[in-house]
């Protein structure tokens, strides 16, 4: 039996929906490792529901290259690929660049101040060892810029990136120079974003995400 979660009984979206999210969550976190076999019958077992809403979710994953088809042989994991990682980066600079410019024009003083929060908390975090919550705060101060930029498809663009990478952000933020590092790009962006330097907030925001590109790809990590 595949651990993929349960159908949360609140949820009111289409099932086809929930599945889907299910799945997606399941590759990209893990517990559905590239090459793995996945079969209609056994996830609407598991889940106890029909194989039409799984079979709907299955053509999604396809389209969003995460399990791919084969005659004969039925749905295989795809997961995340070196090229994939490329790709989404490249994304991520410009999307990510262009709402630290964004965020230079439209944010609020006390989303500064929060911002300055997130960056205390982050160096306890880091200083303790708490590396869990370091990924939180570091969430949450990215959720801030975004949310500052004012721009909801920016942010409705992002968002799914972050749900491909949160796995290898975790693996670049476990190395320790890379910490350091992305910390200290943190406080120079805000320092940025606070003086209102739209175009030297969006370039060091650019560079901090190459870096970490350059980081993931130097390591030994599971992808093809």
């Known amino acids: 039996m595949m651990d993929i979660g349960v159908i949360d009984k609140r949820d009111l979206r289409p099932t086809r929906d929930i599945v889907f999210d299910l799945l997606r969550k399941a590759i990209l976190n893990g517990k559905l490792i590239s090459g793995e076999r996945i079969m209609e019958?056994?996830?609407?077992?598991?889940l106890n529901i029909s194989r039409t809403p799984v079979r709907e979710a299955f053509r999604k994953l396809e389209a969003e290259g995460l399990i791919e088809?084969?005659?004969?042989?039925?749905?295989?994991?795809?997961?995340?690929?070196?090229?994939?990682?490329?790709?989404?980066?490249e994304m991520r600079e410009v999307l990510e660049g262009l709402a630290t410019r964004l965020a230079c024009k439209y944010i609020k003083?006390?989303?500064?101040?929060?911002?300055?929060?997130?960056?205390?908390?982050?160096?306890i975090a880091?200083?303790?060892k708490e590396?869990?919550?370091?990924?939180?705060?570091h969430d949450k101060y990215n959720t801030i810029i975004i949310d500052?930029?004012?721009?909801?498809?920016?942010k409705n663009s992002l968002l799914p990136l972050y749900d491909y990478i949160a796995s290898f952000r975790r693996i670049t933020l476990l190395q320790d120079e890379r910490r350091s590092t992305s910390l200290l790009d943190h406080k120079k962006i805000v320092e940025l974003i606070e003086l209102r330097d739209e175009n030297k907030a969006e370039e060091y925001c650019r560079n901090h995400i190459r870096k970490a590109k350059e980081t993931l790809l130097n390591l030994q990590v599971p992808v093809k």
């Open 126 to 128: 880091d200083k303790n």
């Open 131 to 137: 590396y869990d919550l370091f990924f939180s705060i």
């Open 148 to 154: 500052a930029a004012g721009n909801k498809r920016l």
């Open 69 to 89: 088809y084969y005659p004969k042989k039925g749905s295989i994991v795809k997961g995340i690929t070196k090229d994939d990682i490329i790709e989404i980066y």
């Open 41 to 46: 019958t056994s996830i609407a077992q598991e």
């Open 109 to 123: 003083d006390d989303e500064i101040r929060d911002l300055k929060d997130t960056l205390k908390q982050m160096e």
